[in-house]
């Protein structure tokens, strides 16, 4: 079997046994999260989530970027048509890990960098982008600071260990601000 086949024949177990039509597109536990695409870094893997409890937006380090704030906005909205209000009693998550693979892209495509994060180079050091544990710290700041986002949210930063399967709340659950 080649790679479709075999990702085809798993869809079809999927449907049989795990298929669920009455999923709600507001997420049960009403909790949205911002992680890497790394795929050793699955959120719903690590942290055990079910299919309709989060949502979970993936992009290049899990990072608060222009685009993860864009598509934040446009959950809002669908949240907002589907008769919820994106903020009130939720959750949000902030999940960077060890290891990442962004860190190489510092010193051979910096001015990727700089453009996938809509900062000038000389500010890429600001994002802490090697330490995985103060760049969950700024992603928050960066969150707070941003007044579009609903004051509400419950946001925690969370750091993923690819070595242990453990991950650690760097930045403990609090408003968004107060």
């Not at 177990?13 to 999260?33: G, R």
């Not at 864009?70 to 909205?77: E, P, Q, R, T, V």
């Not at 903020?87 to 996938?116: F, M, Q, R, S």
């Not at 419950?154 to 709340?169: C, H, R, S």
Request: glycine share 8%; proline share 6%; hydrophobic share 45%.
């Amino acid at each position: 079997m080649n790679i479709i086949e075999t990702l085809l024949k798993r869809n079809e177990t999927f449907c049989e046994h795990d298929f669920s039509a009455a999923l709600n597109i507001v997420p049960s536990m009403k909790t949205m999260i911002i992680g890497c695409v790394d795929s050793r870094v699955d959120p719903v893997d690590i942290l055990g989530l079910q299919a309709g409890e989060a949502v979970v937006i993936r992009n290049v380090g899990g990072r608060i970027e222009p685009s993860a704030l864009h598509i934040m906005s446009i959950l809002g909205a669908v949240t907002k048509a589907s008769g919820g209000v994106l903020g009130t009693g939720w959750n949000l998550i902030v999940l960077h890990h060890t290891d990442c693979g962004i860190k190489p892209c510092l010193t051979h495509a910096p001015e990727l960098l700089a453009h996938y994060f809509g900062v000038p180079l000389g500010e890429l050091d600001n994002l802490a982008i090697t330490d995985p544990y103060e760049s969950v710290r700024v992603d928050i700041a960066a969150l707070k600071a941003n007044p579009h986002l609903p004051k509400d949210f419950l946001v925690t930063g969370l750091v993923y260990d690819v070595d242990t399967g453990k991950a650690q709340a760097v930045v403990p659950t609090a408003p968004l601000r107060d």
